[in-house]
């Protein structure tokens, strides 16, 4: 995974999804405006501003990095009152007390018919006629979008709008792959012709192989999956491992920053629910603050569907800098604390979003401080730190410090494999996680007295372009 963001103040974030590369714009912390006009919720930067970040007295004491660039405010609005971007994940108390999720689609969806008449292709004859029908009616029918606010499973475009139907290859044909997981799930591939995500997902039916292992372990292919127990994707893309995670009977949130992906993720979650309110797709990023931000998408490269990207970003993104290369969307940003407050209890957390993950640690302090996640993997990418642009190497080890000192113990997943010194002077060994209905996990575990010496070490060990994946857990286990 890649990703990239031009560098603001403390409470800039830009966020990620899975796929190579992602950037979010840069600004200021300000308060949130809005006009009249849906299309122009803005960010201000007052004189002086009372910051929204809800771990604003952690970040004050962080080095902070310099600004490329501002988000430029638009002074009509200036005198408009501030306004939430989006509400948190709808919640109400299931038997156990674990939270129940929003429904698919509000009830006040409109059925007018759209122009075009897409349908379902590919590997569909496993899934029930009345199911193909139910997501094909969902993809005709014509929903209400804007951009000034963002609900739960929203769509920011219909299926006939040109940004999605340039994700289409086949004219008015959606294509469908069964996929080679445990369990098996259906999902709706755009660009599965030149993307190189969908690409492999169409060819061999997974994707990041060595990731897919381990979230099968640690669900038990479904064993440790109830209606009540959450699940929550962080930089969901076009919705692959959500799909998983909802193919074995967890409680899935979704959450992806890419306005285009939400048609993509909810027909892949609409082809594999297993019960009523099993999934919430969030067209949000996570971040330290709540604002609106505006990104480049590409409208053609072997990446699509993950390449995103702003002014100010290095040479590494100079493919979005190209007129016509890109279109430009708006998108949002709020803190994990804020969205799953109502929230008790989850279960296990996929977070990959291409090298802005601390930033969204950064928003997440109280949950960490209560223990919310039970398990936590994450891309752990100090070269995708400072290469996208969103902070510098100091800050984000500040914030792994505060990982690590939240009462998580620390594994590493091998991708990519380890073989170096250092290991063996802080006590880095491998062995195998407890099974889970049957099958158990290969990891390096790093004591929990050498976790900062080890995260201090790793931004010095790797070359460019490689990452460490982090498997945090609250339980001691026997490993």
Same mark, same amino acid.
């Given at each position: 995974?890649?990703?990239?963001?031009?560098?603001?103040?403390?409470?800039?974030?830009?966020?990620?999804?899975?796929?190579?590369?992602?950037?979010?714009?840069?600004?200021?912390?300000?308060?949130?405006?809005?006009?009249?006009?849906?299309?122009?919720?803005?960010?201000?930067?007052?004189?002086?501003?009372?910051?929204?970040?809800?771990?604003?007295?952690?970040?004050?004491?962080?080095?902070?990095?310099?600004?490329?660039?501002?988000?430029?405010?638009?002074?009509?609005?200036?005198?408009?009152?501030?306004?939430?971007?989006?509400?948190?994940?709808?919640?109400?108390?299931?038997?156990?007390?674990?939270?129940?999720?929003?429904?698919?689609?509000?009830?006040?969806?409109?059925?007018?018919?759209?122009?075009?008449?897409?349908?379902?292709?590919?590997?569909?004859?496993?899934?029930?006629?009345?199911?193909?029908?139910?997501?094909?009616?969902?993809?005709?029918?014509?929903?209400?979008?804007?951009?000034?606010?963002?609900?739960?499973?929203?769509?920011?475009?219909?299926?006939?709008?040109?940004?999605?139907?340039?994700?289409?290859?086949?004219?008015?044909?959606?294509?469908?792959?069964?996929?080679?997981?445990?369990?098996?799930?259906?999902?709706?591939?755009?660009?599965?012709?030149?993307?190189?995500?969908?690409?492999?997902?169409?060819?061999?039916?997974?994707?990041?192989?060595?990731?897919?292992?381990?979230?099968?372990?640690?669900?038990?292919?479904?064993?440790?999956?109830?209606?009540?127990?959450?699940?929550?994707?962080?930089?969901?893309?076009?919705?692959?491992?959500?799909?998983?995670?909802?193919?074995?009977?967890?409680?899935?949130?979704?959450?992806?920053?890419?306005?285009?992906?939400?048609?993509?993720?909810?027909?892949?979650?609409?082809?594999?629910?297993?019960?009523?309110?099993?999934?919430?797709?969030?067209?949000?990023?996570?971040?330290?603050?709540?604002?609106?931000?505006?990104?480049?998408?590409?409208?053609? $490269?072997?990446? *699509?569907?993950?390449? !995103?990207?702003? =002014? +100010?970003?290095?040479?590494?993104?100079? /493919?979005?800098? %190209?007129?016509?290369?890109?279109?430009?969307?708006?998108?949002?940003?709020?803190?994990?604390?804020?969205?799953?407050?109502?929230? $008790?209890?989850? *279960?296990?957390?996929? !977070?990959?979003? =291409? +090298?802005?993950?601390?930033?969204?640690? /950064?928003?997440? %302090?109280?949950?960490?401080?209560?223990?919310?996640?039970?398990?936590?993997?994450?891309?752990?990418?100090?070269?995708?730190?400072?290469?996208?642009?969103?902070?510098?190497?100091?800050?984000?080890?500040?914030?792994?410090?505060?990982?690590?000192?939240?009462?998580?113990?620390?594994?590493?997943?091998?991708?990519?494999?380890?073989?170096?010194?250092?290991?063996?002077?802080?006590?880095?060994?491998?062995?195998?996680?407890?099974?889970?209905?049957?099958?158990?996990?290969?990891?390096?575990?790093?004591?929990?007295?050498?976790?900062?010496?080890?995260?201090?070490?790793?931004?010095?060990?790797?070359?460019?372009?490689?990452?460490?994946?982090?498997?945090?857990?609250?339980?001691?286990?026997?490993?």
């Amino acid at each position: 995974m890649r990703g990239a963001i031009s560098p603001g103040l403390p409470a800039t974030m830009i966020y990620v999804a899975v796929g190579v590369v992602v950037i979010f714009g840069a600004y200021n912390a300000g308060q949130l405006m809005h006009s009249t006009n849906p299309d122009e919720l803005i960010v201000r930067v007052p004189a002086s501003t009372t910051a929204t970040d809800t771990s604003k007295d952690f970040e004050t004491s962080l080095p902070q990095p310099a600004a490329k660039q501002d988000f430029q405010a638009n002074p009509s609005n200036a005198n408009q009152a501030a306004r939430p971007l989006m509400s948190r994940p709808v919640v109400s108390s299931a038997p156990s007390g674990t939270p129940s999720v929003a429904p698919l689609i509000a009830s006040s969806t409109p059925s007018v018919p759209l122009g075009t008449s897409l349908v379902l292709f590919g590997d569909i004859t496993g899934v029930p006629k009345e199911r193909l029908a139910k997501v094909e009616q969902w993809m005709n029918t014509k929903h209400q979008t804007e951009f000034a606010t963002v609900v739960p499973n929203s769509l920011a475009y219909n299926w006939d709008h040109e940004f999605i139907q340039n994700m289409i290859p086949d004219r008015n044909k959606v294509m469908v792959k069964k996929t080679a997981t445990n369990p098996s799930f259906y999902c709706a591939l755009p660009g599965y012709k030149t993307d190189y995500i969908t690409k492999s997902i169409y060819r061999s039916g997974v994707w990041e192989k060595i990731e897919l292992t381990f979230y099968q372990y640690i669900l038990g292919s479904g064993s440790q999956c109830s209606q009540d127990t959450v699940i929550v994707d962080v930089g969901a893309n076009v919705g692959f491992f959500s799909g998983y995670f909802a193919s074995t009977g967890c409680r899935v949130y979704s959450i992806e920053l890419q306005a285009r992906m939400a048609n993509w993720n909810l027909a892949t979650l609409m082809l594999n629910e297993k019960f009523d309110g099993q999934f919430t797709h969030l067209r949000v990023g996570l971040s330290n603050e709540a604002a609106e931000i505006e990104v480049r998408s590409a409208t053609k $490269a072997s990446w *699509y569907v993950a390449e !995103m990207s702003t =002014d +100010g970003a290095g040479k590494y993104y100079d /493919a979005l800098s %190209k007129e016509g290369s890109y279109v430009t969307e708006k998108s949002f940003i709020r803190t994990f604390d804020d969205m799953f407050v109502d929230v $008790a209890e989850i *279960y296990f957390m996929k !977070m990959d979003i =291409d +090298g802005h993950e601390m930033k969204a640690f /950064a928003g997440m %302090k109280n949950t960490l401080a209560a223990k919310k996640v039970k398990h936590i993997q994450l891309e752990f990418d100090p070269f995708l730190w400072e290469e996208a642009g969103g902070h510098d190497v100091k800050y984000g080890l500040t914030i792994a410090h505060l990982i690590a000192t939240s009462g998580y113990h620390v594994y590493t997943i091998p991708d990519p494999p380890f073989n170096d010194p250092i290991d063996n002077t802080l006590g880095v060994h491998t062995c195998k996680l407890p099974q889970i209905n049957g099958v158990s996990y290969g990891v390096q575990r790093i004591p929990d007295e050498n976790v900062k010496a080890w995260i201090d070490a790793l931004p010095g060990r790797y070359p460019r372009k490689k990452s460490a994946n982090l498997y945090l857990t609250t339980e001691t286990l026997p490993c």
